[in-house]
């Protein structure tokens, strides 16, 4: 069974700085999304397994940078600029995909979810 490990979130004033990273198996496809009280969760950033290609949520472009380690196990969310707006649970999420090319973007697309961490955003 694919376990995806997570870490980092914390607590952050605005316009500060913090990094998530998920260990994935090299040939899936991750995700990240974020879930606030009461709102559904919602896409964050998203790449193919190979690295080439990505995509993100309208309210982070600009801010946020998905990237993968040069070991392809290991994903990292890069969020830079961060508002109150961005405080919420965030979780990793995985799915094989049929070729390199792909990523996803809905939370329906994906089969394996990590835990989820905590990033809280001070005003």
């Known amino acids: 069974q694919v376990q995806l490990v997570e870490s980092g979130g914390g607590m952050v004033q605005a316009g500060g700085s913090l990094t998530l990273s998920c260990t994935a198996p090299?040939?899936?496809?991750v995700g990240w999304f974020r879930q606030a009280p009461g709102k559904d969760r919602e896409i964050v950033a998203a790449m193919n397994w190979a690295g080439t290609s990505t995509g993100y949520g309208d309210s982070v472009k600009g801010r946020f940078n998905i990237s993968r380690a040069s070991s392809r196990k290991t994903w990292t969310l890069q969020m830079n600029n961060l508002k109150p707006e961005d405080t919420g649970v965030y979780y990793c999420?995985?799915?094989?995909?049929?070729?390199?090319?792909?990523?996803?973007?809905?939370?329906?697309?994906?089969?394996?979810w990590g835990q989820g961490t905590q990033v809280t955003v001070s005003s």
């Open positions: 090299r040939t899936y496809a």
């Open positions: 999420a995985a799915r094989r995909a049929p070729s390199s090319g792909y990523f996803y973007l809905r939370s329906v697309e994906y089969d394996t």
